[in-house]
């Protein structure tokens, strides 16, 4: 995928099924400039998601969704680095147009997609989980 980012090194970057989907090579391309600016690992919580797997492990239970379409990632972080990767996915001008911020508890991550404007998918758009 990336020079940061392979399979090998991160298992989450694949579908959990097992289905062997994977993020799509220009979005991980974004997330390696932002690996670079960062300067530091970026543990990967979970990436592309088929439409089966997705509807078992989201929120909203559905079929779609941003980690659907292979441009969508969540990255274990917390305290200082999350808000450093926040402020890096801002400044950066990559694209990143969905984040999600859960910062509560021992699962802590930051989400991020490049989605375009959508009707019930509003870009750019914040939230927190």
């Not at 690992?41 to 941003?66: D, E, H, I, Q």
């Not at 450093?84 to 950066?92: A, D, K, P, Q, V």
């Amino acid at each position: 995928m990336t020079p940061n980012f392979t399979i090998a090194g991160d298992p989450k970057l694949t579908c959990s099924c097992g289905c062997g989907m994977l993020p799509q090579q220009g979005f991980m391309d974004k997330m390696q400039k932002l690996r670079e600016a960062f300067g530091k690992p970026m543990k990967v919580n979970s990436a592309a998601r088929c439409p089966t797997y997705n509807a078992k492990v989201s929120a909203t239970r559905s079929l779609t969704g941003p980690h659907t379409t292979g441009r969508a990632i969540d990255f274990e972080c917390s305290h200082q680095d999350a808000d450093l990767l926040l402020e890096l996915s801002y400044t950066m001008n990559l694209g990143i147009t969905g984040r999600g911020i859960n910062q509560k508890g021992s699962a802590r991550f930051l989400h991020f997609d490049d989605l375009p404007n959508a009707p019930g998918q509003p870009r750019p758009h914040l939230w927190s989980y």
